[in-house]
Protein backbone atom coordinates (compact mmCIF):
# COMPACT_ATOMS: atom_id res chain seq x y z
CA UNK A 1 0.00 0.00 0.00
CA UNK A 2 3.07 2.40 0.95
CA UNK A 3 4.94 1.62 -2.68
CA UNK A 4 1.18 2.41 -4.49
CA UNK A 5 0.46 5.92 -2.84
CA UNK A 6 4.08 6.56 -3.33
CA UNK A 7 3.61 5.74 -7.48
CA UNK A 8 0.36 7.78 -6.95
CA UNK A 9 2.04 10.45 -5.67
CA UNK A 10 5.03 10.87 -7.81
CA UNK A 11 2.80 10.43 -10.63
CA UNK A 12 1.07 13.26 -10.18
CA UNK A 13 4.41 15.41 -9.80
CA UNK A 14 5.73 14.18 -12.49
CA UNK A 15 2.61 14.87 -14.79
CA UNK A 16 2.83 18.38 -13.33
CA UNK A 17 6.15 18.96 -13.83
CA UNK A 18 6.69 17.30 -17.21
CA UNK A 19 3.60 19.14 -18.59
CA UNK A 20 5.02 22.93 -17.39
CA UNK A 21 8.47 21.32 -19.04
CA UNK A 22 6.97 20.14 -22.65
CA UNK A 23 4.48 23.51 -23.18
CA UNK A 24 7.39 25.58 -22.50
CA UNK A 25 9.65 23.66 -24.54
CA UNK A 26 7.84 23.37 -27.39
CA UNK A 27 6.42 27.06 -27.45
CA UNK A 28 10.05 28.09 -27.03
CA UNK A 29 11.18 26.07 -29.84
CA UNK A 30 8.42 27.38 -32.06
CA UNK A 31 9.63 31.29 -30.95
CA UNK A 32 13.37 30.25 -30.80
CA UNK A 33 13.26 28.79 -34.08
CA UNK A 34 14.37 25.54 -32.77
CA UNK A 35 12.80 21.67 -34.52
CA UNK A 36 15.50 19.76 -31.57
CA UNK A 37 13.71 21.84 -28.93
CA UNK A 38 10.46 20.92 -30.02
CA UNK A 39 11.59 17.63 -29.89
CA UNK A 40 13.09 17.77 -26.92
CA UNK A 41 9.62 19.07 -25.89
CA UNK A 42 7.58 16.33 -27.42
CA UNK A 43 9.97 13.92 -25.35
CA UNK A 44 8.77 15.65 -22.11
CA UNK A 45 5.03 15.39 -23.72
CA UNK A 46 5.54 11.66 -23.68
CA UNK A 47 6.98 11.46 -20.05
CA UNK A 48 3.86 12.95 -19.11
CA UNK A 49 2.12 10.16 -20.94
CA UNK A 50 4.02 7.56 -19.29
CA UNK A 51 3.18 9.17 -15.63
CA UNK A 52 -0.85 9.18 -16.43
CA UNK A 53 -0.37 5.56 -17.55
CA UNK A 54 1.82 4.77 -14.56
CA UNK A 55 -1.13 6.60 -12.19
CA UNK A 56 -4.04 4.79 -14.31
CA UNK A 57 -1.74 1.56 -13.61
CA UNK A 58 -1.28 2.26 -10.28
CA UNK A 59 -4.99 2.66 -9.30
CA UNK A 60 -5.97 -0.21 -11.52
CA UNK A 61 -3.71 -2.50 -10.01
CA UNK A 62 -4.93 -1.31 -5.99
CA UNK A 63 -8.56 -3.99 -7.26
CA UNK A 64 -8.36 -6.83 -5.66
CA UNK A 65 -8.61 -10.76 -8.14
CA UNK A 66 -11.88 -11.88 -8.62
CA UNK A 67 -13.37 -14.60 -10.41
CA UNK A 68 -12.89 -12.82 -13.77
CA UNK A 69 -9.10 -11.67 -13.44
CA UNK A 70 -7.90 -14.46 -10.40
CA UNK A 71 -4.71 -13.09 -10.81
CA UNK A 72 -5.25 -9.22 -10.08
CA UNK A 73 -5.14 -5.90 -12.37
CA UNK A 74 -1.01 -6.27 -12.43
CA UNK A 75 -1.23 -6.76 -16.02
CA UNK A 76 -3.18 -3.69 -16.85
CA UNK A 77 -0.14 -1.59 -16.85
CA UNK A 78 1.24 -3.22 -19.90
CA UNK A 79 -1.56 -3.36 -21.37
CA UNK A 80 -2.13 0.73 -21.48
CA UNK A 81 2.36 1.11 -21.59
CA UNK A 82 1.83 -1.24 -25.33
CA UNK A 83 -1.08 1.32 -26.19
CA UNK A 84 1.71 4.65 -25.43
CA UNK A 85 4.52 2.99 -27.29
CA UNK A 86 2.32 3.25 -31.01
CA UNK A 87 1.61 7.10 -29.42
CA UNK A 88 5.22 7.69 -28.89
CA UNK A 89 6.41 5.99 -32.13
CA UNK A 90 4.16 8.16 -33.93
CA UNK A 91 5.41 11.41 -32.59
CA UNK A 92 8.83 10.72 -33.10
CA UNK A 93 8.67 9.27 -36.69
CA UNK A 94 7.16 12.82 -37.81
CA UNK A 95 9.68 14.25 -35.74
CA UNK A 96 12.54 12.38 -37.67
CA UNK A 97 10.51 13.12 -41.51
CA UNK A 98 10.09 16.83 -40.97
CA UNK A 99 13.73 17.21 -39.79
CA UNK A 100 15.12 15.08 -42.77
CA UNK A 101 13.06 16.66 -45.33
CA UNK A 102 14.33 19.98 -43.96
CA UNK A 103 17.61 18.44 -44.30
CA UNK A 104 17.29 17.26 -47.52
CA UNK A 105 15.35 20.15 -49.29
CA UNK A 106 18.20 22.57 -47.52
CA UNK A 107 14.90 24.40 -46.61
CA UNK A 108 15.89 28.16 -45.29
CA UNK A 109 15.86 28.16 -41.15
CA UNK A 110 15.46 31.56 -39.28
CA UNK A 111 18.42 31.94 -36.82
CA UNK A 112 18.24 30.26 -33.28
CA UNK A 113 16.79 32.19 -30.70
CA UNK A 114 18.12 32.75 -26.92
CA UNK A 115 14.92 32.01 -25.63
CA UNK A 116 15.45 28.48 -26.92
CA UNK A 117 18.85 27.82 -25.24
CA UNK A 118 17.68 29.41 -22.02
CA UNK A 119 14.28 27.15 -21.75
CA UNK A 120 16.72 23.82 -22.54
CA UNK A 121 18.90 25.06 -20.01
CA UNK A 122 16.37 25.36 -17.48
CA UNK A 123 14.52 21.77 -18.63
CA UNK A 124 18.14 20.31 -17.54
CA UNK A 125 18.00 21.80 -13.83
CA UNK A 126 14.55 20.73 -13.72
CA UNK A 127 15.43 17.00 -14.25
CA UNK A 128 17.78 16.85 -12.60
CA UNK A 129 15.57 17.82 -9.15
CA UNK A 130 12.67 15.54 -10.44
CA UNK A 131 15.40 12.67 -10.77
CA UNK A 132 16.81 12.82 -7.82
CA UNK A 133 13.35 13.45 -5.94
CA UNK A 134 12.00 10.36 -7.86
CA UNK A 135 14.88 7.70 -7.10
CA UNK A 136 14.18 9.13 -3.52
CA UNK A 137 10.95 8.26 -3.01
CA UNK A 138 11.62 4.94 -5.05
CA UNK A 139 14.56 3.74 -2.97
CA UNK A 140 11.88 5.05 0.64
CA UNK A 141 8.62 3.16 -0.65
CA UNK A 142 10.51 -0.24 -2.57
CA UNK A 143 9.07 0.69 -5.84
CA UNK A 144 10.73 -0.53 -8.70
CA UNK A 145 8.10 1.29 -10.89
CA UNK A 146 9.34 4.80 -9.77
CA UNK A 147 13.44 3.58 -9.84
CA UNK A 148 12.64 2.80 -13.36
CA UNK A 149 11.25 6.21 -13.98
CA UNK A 150 13.97 7.64 -12.07
CA UNK A 151 16.15 6.48 -14.24
CA UNK A 152 14.29 7.14 -17.90
CA UNK A 153 14.52 11.16 -16.11
CA UNK A 154 18.40 10.52 -16.49
CA UNK A 155 18.26 9.71 -19.57
CA UNK A 156 16.41 12.21 -20.63
CA UNK A 157 18.48 14.29 -19.15
CA UNK A 158 21.58 13.24 -21.40
CA UNK A 159 19.14 13.84 -24.31
CA UNK A 160 18.48 17.92 -23.27
CA UNK A 161 21.96 18.23 -22.68
CA UNK A 162 22.35 16.60 -26.56
CA UNK A 163 20.47 19.22 -27.93
CA UNK A 164 21.46 22.25 -25.79
CA UNK A 165 24.79 21.72 -27.40
CA UNK A 166 23.35 21.09 -30.59
CA UNK A 167 21.72 24.31 -30.33
CA UNK A 168 24.33 26.29 -29.05
CA UNK A 169 26.67 25.30 -31.61
CA UNK A 170 24.10 26.36 -34.29
CA UNK A 171 23.23 29.60 -32.06
CA UNK A 172 26.84 30.73 -31.82
CA UNK A 173 28.10 29.30 -35.78
CA UNK A 174 24.41 30.06 -37.38
CA UNK A 175 24.52 26.86 -38.88
CA UNK A 176 21.43 26.16 -40.03
CA UNK A 177 21.47 22.74 -40.80
CA UNK A 178 22.64 22.12 -36.91
CA UNK A 179 19.22 22.04 -35.52
CA UNK A 180 17.45 19.78 -37.64
CA UNK A 181 20.11 17.52 -37.47
CA UNK A 182 19.78 17.01 -33.58
CA UNK A 183 15.97 17.23 -34.19
CA UNK A 184 16.87 14.01 -36.27
CA UNK A 185 19.04 12.62 -33.38
CA UNK A 186 16.01 13.78 -30.95
CA UNK A 187 13.33 12.27 -33.27
CA UNK A 188 15.34 8.66 -33.42
CA UNK A 189 15.60 8.70 -29.47
CA UNK A 190 11.81 8.79 -29.34
CA UNK A 191 11.48 5.81 -31.75
CA UNK A 192 14.15 3.95 -29.43
CA UNK A 193 12.05 5.21 -26.57
CA UNK A 194 8.97 3.77 -28.52
CA UNK A 195 10.33 0.41 -29.44
CA UNK A 196 12.00 -0.43 -25.56
CA UNK A 197 8.37 0.20 -24.08
CA UNK A 198 6.88 -2.26 -27.13
CA UNK A 199 9.49 -5.00 -26.76
CA UNK A 200 9.38 -4.29 -22.42
CA UNK A 201 5.66 -4.94 -22.45
CA UNK A 202 5.44 -7.85 -25.09
CA UNK A 203 7.76 -9.64 -23.24
CA UNK A 204 5.85 -9.64 -19.83
CA UNK A 205 2.19 -10.29 -21.90
CA UNK A 206 4.06 -13.55 -23.81
CA UNK A 207 5.36 -14.64 -20.02
CA UNK A 208 8.24 -14.29 -21.41
CA UNK A 209 11.67 -13.67 -18.92
CA UNK A 210 14.51 -11.61 -19.51
CA UNK A 211 15.81 -12.53 -15.94
CA UNK A 212 16.77 -15.71 -16.40
CA UNK A 213 19.03 -15.82 -13.29
CA UNK A 214 15.65 -16.03 -11.05
CA UNK A 215 15.58 -19.94 -11.91
CA UNK A 216 19.42 -20.50 -10.16
CA UNK A 217 17.56 -18.80 -7.29
CA UNK A 218 14.52 -21.00 -7.05
CA UNK A 219 16.83 -24.15 -7.87
CA UNK A 220 18.69 -23.33 -4.78
CA UNK A 221 16.02 -22.19 -2.47
CA UNK A 222 14.76 -26.06 -3.09
CA UNK A 223 18.07 -27.21 -2.67
CA UNK A 224 18.32 -25.60 1.30
CA UNK A 225 14.98 -27.40 2.18
CA UNK A 226 15.77 -30.85 4.01
CA UNK A 227 12.73 -33.05 2.38
CA UNK A 228 12.85 -31.09 -1.07
CA UNK A 229 14.05 -32.99 -3.99
CA UNK A 230 14.61 -32.49 -8.06
CA UNK A 231 12.87 -29.58 -8.80
CA UNK A 232 11.21 -29.11 -11.95
CA UNK A 233 8.88 -28.13 -14.20
CA UNK A 234 10.19 -24.49 -12.85
CA UNK A 235 7.99 -21.33 -14.33
CA UNK A 236 8.68 -17.84 -13.59
CA UNK A 237 6.63 -14.82 -14.87
CA UNK A 238 6.13 -11.05 -14.58
CA UNK A 239 3.00 -9.35 -13.69
CA UNK A 240 4.17 -6.01 -13.39
CA UNK A 241 7.04 -6.09 -11.12
CA UNK A 242 5.74 -8.92 -9.36
CA UNK A 243 6.76 -13.13 -9.54
CA UNK A 244 4.60 -15.68 -10.50
CA UNK A 245 5.96 -19.20 -9.90
CA UNK A 246 5.03 -22.38 -9.96
CA UNK A 247 7.49 -25.68 -10.31
CA UNK A 248 7.34 -28.96 -9.19
CA UNK A 249 8.82 -30.93 -6.22
CA UNK A 250 9.64 -34.65 -5.67
CA UNK A 251 9.35 -35.99 -1.76
CA UNK A 252 9.49 -39.25 0.18
CA UNK A 253 5.63 -40.82 -0.88
CA UNK A 254 5.99 -42.35 2.68
CA UNK A 255 5.56 -38.73 4.11
CA UNK A 256 2.54 -37.76 5.99
CA UNK A 257 0.03 -34.64 4.02
CA UNK A 258 1.15 -32.55 7.25
CA UNK A 259 5.15 -32.99 6.55
CA UNK A 260 4.83 -32.17 2.52
CA UNK A 261 3.03 -28.95 3.88
CA UNK A 262 5.75 -28.54 6.31
CA UNK A 263 8.31 -28.86 2.89
CA UNK A 264 6.26 -26.63 1.08
CA UNK A 265 6.00 -24.04 3.64
CA UNK A 266 9.69 -23.92 3.93
CA UNK A 267 10.23 -23.61 0.15
CA UNK A 268 8.24 -20.64 -0.40
CA UNK A 269 10.41 -18.87 2.50
CA UNK A 270 13.57 -19.70 0.72
CA UNK A 271 12.61 -18.51 -2.93
CA UNK A 272 11.05 -15.24 -1.17
CA UNK A 273 14.17 -14.83 0.40
CA UNK A 274 16.23 -14.84 -2.68
CA UNK A 275 13.66 -13.39 -5.15
CA UNK A 276 12.56 -10.09 -4.55
CA UNK A 277 8.59 -8.95 -5.27
CA UNK A 278 7.27 -12.58 -5.17
CA UNK A 279 3.29 -12.13 -5.69
CA UNK A 280 2.26 -16.43 -5.80
CA UNK A 281 4.23 -19.54 -5.62
CA UNK A 282 2.18 -22.93 -6.77
CA UNK A 283 4.03 -26.26 -5.71
CA UNK A 284 3.41 -29.23 -7.69
CA UNK A 285 4.18 -32.50 -5.30
CA UNK A 286 5.42 -35.57 -6.99
CA UNK A 287 7.08 -38.92 -5.23
CA UNK A 288 10.16 -39.89 -5.69
CA UNK A 289 11.45 -40.92 -8.99
CA UNK A 290 7.98 -40.45 -10.85
CA UNK A 291 8.39 -40.72 -14.48
CA UNK A 292 6.82 -37.83 -16.92
CA UNK A 293 6.47 -37.94 -20.58
CA UNK A 294 5.50 -34.03 -20.57
CA UNK A 295 8.57 -32.05 -20.31
CA UNK A 296 8.25 -28.24 -19.81
CA UNK A 297 9.25 -25.73 -17.56
CA UNK A 298 12.54 -24.90 -16.46
CA UNK A 299 14.84 -28.08 -15.16
CA UNK A 300 17.78 -27.88 -12.99
CA UNK A 301 20.15 -28.51 -15.97
CA UNK A 302 19.03 -25.95 -17.96
CA UNK A 303 21.06 -23.16 -15.28
CA UNK A 304 23.84 -25.19 -14.27
Sequence with gaps: MKSHKAIIKASIVGIVVNAILA??????????????????GIDSSTDVATYVITLFAARIMLRPPNPMFPYGYKRAEAIATKMLSFFIFFVGAQLVMSSVWRLWTGAESQPIRKIALIVTLFSVFVKLGLSWWQM??????????????AKNMQSDIVLSLGVL???????????????????????????????????????????SNNDPDVYRKIFEAVASVAGAHNPHKARARKMSNLWVIDLDIEVEAELPMSEVHKIGVAVEKAIKERVENVYDIMIHFEP????????????YHHVT
Design 23 to 40: LTKIGAGFWGNSLAVIGD
Design 136 to 149: KQGKSSGSKMLIAN
Design 165 to 207: VGISLSYVTGISWLDPFVAVLVGLWILKVAFDLFWETSAELMD
Design 288 to 299: MGNEEKERFGVE
